[in-house]
């Protein structure tokens, strides 16, 4: 899990409102509460993993077609 969390701090103004937000280092998006930051990279890792596994399936099928 990714421990180091750039807390970079940015506002959504919607509706003539101003949110505090935080901003994802890995996609850029704007995440408001800031709690569910946690939870967002959490997606990105579960992510990461499926694509990773996805990978070593491909490279297997192509290992054996030589």
Do not use: W
């Amino acid at each position: 899990m990714e421990t180091a969390i750039a807390m970079e701090s940015s506002d959504i103004h919607f509706d003539n409102g101003v949110y505090p937000a935080v901003i994802c280092h890995r996609c850029g998006t704007k995440i408001y509460p800031a709690e569910l930051l946690e939870p967002h990279l959490d997606r990105h890792q579960i992510k990461d993993l499926y694509l990773e596994g996805e990978l070593k399936r491909l490279q297997f099928a192509m290992g054996r077609m030589r």
